[in-house]
C-alpha cells in the first residue's frame, strides 16, 4: 500500500506502524473490494483505524519504515510497504513527536491519536443510487449529535422514514469531522478527511448515507475550510497549511494564495471529492466562504466548483455545492466562463432575516436593516434574492452587496429558510422561534418558507414546531480552551444585557442533552397539527409545478404593511398570510375564483393539491370569494389555486 505525506521542510519523515495487536478486521470485504489500497476508481485510501485495543500516539511503534522523497513531487515523501484495512499509524518528521496522517480518513482515538487504514472499496453498499439534484429539492439541516438522544448515524437512521414521509429530499449534516471530545457543533473540527469517531466512524456515514438513498432521500455534508478547531490541529507541524497573511476570526487564514498554497488548495479539494465519491454524499455544504481569502487571479472557490463538476461528469450522477456566504456577491453564482465561482447554490440570509423581523418584531443587530418595513423587505427578496444589493447596511456602516440578475440566476439556487442551526444556537438561550410565537405565526412562516420561488431547509424539529431549545455546547478537553470559551460566550451576551448566570455553560453535559429532540412532542398538541401543516404544504410543492419553477421573474408579491399582511403569487399558486394578531383582513388581487388548497388554522387533507375536491367553501374562516378577495382571520396563512 502506498503511503504519502506532504511535508515540504522536513529533512526526515518516517512511517510508524503502532500496536499490532490493533490490527482487526471490520467483517468481510464487500463486494468489488480491492487489496491494493485503492478504491474500485483508482483513489488512494491512506488513513483509517479501528478502536479495539489502540495505543496512543507517543507509544513506542512497532515497525519503523524510513520514507522517501517523491522524485515527481516537491516535498512530498512516499513509501510503499505491506498493509491492511484497521492498521493504525503515524508520521515521525525529524525525529519529532507522531503525528496522524493529514488525510486519516479515520482517528479511531481521536484527533490526537494514530490515524487508521481505511479501504473503502470494502464497504458492501445495499442501494444503487444515481443522485438527486438541487432543483426541486427540499433540505433537512440536522445535527447528527442531538438529532437524536444516542447521538449516532444508526440512530439516524431509525428516523429515516419521519423524513421520507414528510417530504424533504434531502438530509443536510451538520460538519463529521473529528474534534475533541464526544459533543460538539462540529465546527472545530481537525481532520478535514475523516469521520468523528463517537458518531460511528466512516463506516457509520456510509450506513447512513446507504439507508438515505433506500428512502429516495440524498445527502448534503456541511464541510469546512476557512478554518480548523483550536484543539488537535496538527496541520502546521506538515507545512505551510496556514498563512499570517490573512487573519479571521479563528486566527491566522488557510493559506489559499501565499507560498505552498498549490498544495494546500489541492488538499481541501481533495477532501470535497474524497466526501463525494467515497461517501456517496451528493452535495457539500462550504461554511462561511467569505473567510476564505483568496488573492489569486483564479479563486479557490472556481477551482473546487470545477473539479466538483468533472467529478459528476466522472461518476455520472449530479453533484452540487452551496455556499454560506454573507457578501451578497453574485459572483458567488456566476458561471465560471463569465469570471465567476462556478458555486451552484448559496444560503440566502437576507430572506431569513426579513421573515424573522416580520415574525418577531426583533430588531436589534443585523435585523435592524430588516425590521423598519419588514413585508417591504420580504417581498424585495421574495422577488430579488437579495435585500442588501448595494442598500446601505446600517449594522455594517456601508453599502453591501450587489443585484443579482433574475433573468439569469434560478431561484433555486437561493435558499430560503426561518430557521438554522446558526440563528438559534447563536442566541442567548438558543431558543427556538416556536418558543416565543403563536402556532398561527409559525404556520405563516412556514408557508412562506416552502412555497418562495427558493429551495426551501427546515432545521430539525422544525417541522413540527419544537420546544427543545438547540443551544452552543463544547466538549473541549483542554481545560483552559474549555474555560475560555465558557467565559467568552458570557462575555458576548454580558454586552447585550444578559446575566452571566443566564447563559448555558456550554461545557456542561446538561447543555447538549437539552438540545436532543424530543421525539414524543409529535403526538401532542398543538405540535401533531403543525407537522399536518408542514406535510400539507410540502405535498402541495411537489404536486403544482408553479412552486417549483425556476424563473424569478414569475414571482409577484403585494403586501399592505400596517395590516400585516402578504401575498405571493407563482403562476396561478397564491399564498396569503395574515401576521397581525386581532381583526380579519380582506386581501385583493385574486384573478377569478380561486380553491383553497390549503389553509391554517385548518390543515386539510392534501386532496385538493392534485387537482381533487379543493374548495372555494370558507375553512375557518379562510374563505376565497367570487370577487378575488381572500379574507383570512388572524394569524393565518392560505395556499389557494386560482382557476379563472
Known amino acids: 500500500m502506498l503511503f504519502e505525506v506532504w511535508a515540504p521542510n522536513a529533512g526526515r519523515v518516517a512511517l510508524h506502524f503502532v500496536s499490532p495487536h490493533g490490527r482487526a478486521e471490520d467483517g468481510p470485504a464487500g463486494a468489488g473490494a480491492r487489496t491494493d489500497g485503492r478504491t474500485a476508481d483508482g483513489a488512494l485510501t491512506t488513513g483509517h483505524a479501528v478502536a479495539t485495543g489502540y495505543v496512543p500516539l507517543g507509544a513506542e511503534p512497532t515497525e519503523h519504515v ?60 445495499r442501494h444503487a443510487w444515481r443522485g438527486r439534484p438541487l432543483p426541486g429539492a427540499v433540505l433537512y439541516e440536522l445535527h447528527t449529535g442531538t438529532f437524536t ?6 440512530a439516524a437512521v431509525e428516523r429515516l422514514p419521519h423524513l421520507a414521509g414528510l417530504g424533504v429530499t434531502h438530509l443536510a ?29 466512516p463506516d457509520g456515514l456510509k450506513r447512513l448515507v446507504d439507508a438515505a438513498h433506500g428512502h429516495g432521500l440524498g445527502v448534503v455534508l456541511d464541510v469546512v475550510h476557512n478554518h480548523l478547531g483550536p484543539s488537535g490541529n496538527h496541520l502546521p507541524a506538515f507545512g505551510p497549511y496556514f498563512t499570517e497573511t490573512h487573519h479571521t476570526p479563528w486566527g491566522a487564514a488557510v493559506n489559499l494564495d501565499a507560498p505552498g ?50 467529478l459528476a461528469t466522472h461518476l455520472r450522477r449530479p453533484l452540487f455545492l452551496i455556499a454560506e456566504s454573507d457578501l451578497n456577491d453574485p459572483r458567488i453564482l456566476a458561471p465560471r466562463s463569465g469570471g465567476g465561482h462556478g458555486l451552484h447554490a448559496q444560503w440566502n440570509d437576507d430572506f431569513h432575516h426579513s421573515l424573522h423581523t416580520a415574525l418577531t418584531g426583533e430588531s436589534q443587530g443585523y435585523y435592524a436593516d430588516f425590521a423598519r418595513a419588514p413585508l417591504a423587505a420580504l417581498a424585495k427578496t421574495l422577488t430579488g434574492g437579495f435585500f442588501h444589493d448595494g442598500t446601505y447596511s446600517s449594522f455594517r456602516g ?34 427556538r422561534r416556536a418558543a416565543g410565537l403563536s402556532p398561527g405565526l409559525v404556520a405563516c412562516g412556514a408557508a412562506l418558507v416552502l412555497c418562495a420561488p427558493f429551495t426551501p431547509m427546515l432545521f430539525m424539529g422544525e417541522e413540527w414546531a419544537t420546544r427543545t431549545p438547540w443551544q452552543f455546547f463544547t466538549d473541549h478537553t483542554d481545560p483552559e480552551l474549555a474555560e475560555a ?30 438540545s436532543c429532540l424530543d421525539w414524543s412532542e409529535p403526538e401532542r398538541a398543538p405540535h401533531a397539527a403543525l407537522l399536518a401543516w408542514y406535510r400539507t404544504l410540502l405535498a402541495v410543492r411537489a404536486a403544482r409545478p ?3 419553477d425556476p424563473d424569478m421573474t414569475r414571482t409577484e408579491v403585494t403586501y399592505d404593511e400596517e395590516a400585516r399582511w402578504l401575498s ?64 383570512l382571520p388572524p394569524e393565518s396563512a392560505a395556499v389557494v389555486l386560482e382557476e379563472g
Request: net charge neutral.
Open 546 to 548: 408553479e412552486l417549483t
Open 568 to 631: 405571493l403569487r407563482r403562476g396561478r399558486v397564491r399564498v396569503v398570510v395574515h401576521l397581525a394578531g386581532a381583526g380579519a383582513a380582506e386581501v385583493p388581487g385574486g384573478r377569478g375564483r380561486a380553491r383553497v388548497l390549503a389553509a391554517w388554522p385548518d390543515a386539510p387533507d392534501v386532496s385538493g393539491a392534485s387537482g381533487g375536491t379543493g374548495s372555494a367553501a370558507p375553512r375557518n374562516g379562510v374563505a376565497a370569494g367570487p370577487d378575488g378577495v381572500l379574507r
Open 261 to 310: 498554497s498549490d498544495e494546500v488548495r489541492a488538499y481541501f479539494i481533495g477532501s470535497a471529492l474524497a466526501w463525494l465519491r467515497d461517501y456517496r454524499i451528493d452535495g457539500l455544504r462550504l461554511d462561511a466562504v467569505h473567510a476564505l481569502h483568496d488573492t489569486r487571479a483564479r479563486h479557490f472557490l472556481a477551482d473546487l466548483s470545477s473539479a466538483v463538476d468533472a
Open 485 to 514: 470559551v465558557r467565559r467568552g460566550r458570557r462575555r458576548e451576551f454580558a454586552e447585550h444585557g444578559w446575566r452571566e448566570s443566564e447563559i448555558p455553560d456550554p461545557q456542561d453535559p446538561a447543555t447538549r442533552d437539552r
Open 66 to 125: 524510513p520514507m522517501e522523497r517523491d522524485p515527481g513531487r516537491a516535498g512530498w515523501w512516499r513509501a510503499d510497504v505491506p498493509a491492511r484495512h484497521g492498521d493504525r499509524y503515524g508520521f515521525r518528521l525529524d525525529d519529532g513527536p507522531l503525528l496522524p496522517d493529514p488525510r486519516s480518513a479515520r482517528q479511531p482515538a481521536g484527533p490526537d491519536g494514530p490515524s487508521a487504514v481505511v479501504e473503502h472499496a470494502r464497504f458492501a453498499w
Open 173 to 201: 449534516l451538520m460538519p463529521v469531522c473529528p474534534f475533541p471530545g464526544t459533543h460538539g457543533w462540529g465546527y472545530d473540527g481537525v481532520a478535514p478527511w475523516a469521520v468523528h469517531e463517537p458518531y460511528g466512524g
Open 149 to 154: 438522544r444516542a447521538g449516532t448515524f444508526d
Open 398 to 431: 456601508r453599502r453591501h452587496g450587489s443585484p443579482l440578475d433574475r433573468h439569469a440566476t434560478d431561484a433555486h439556487r437561493l435558499l430560503a429558510y426561518a430557521q438554522t442551526h446558526d440563528q438559534i444556537g447563536n442566541r442567548a438561550l438558543g431558543d
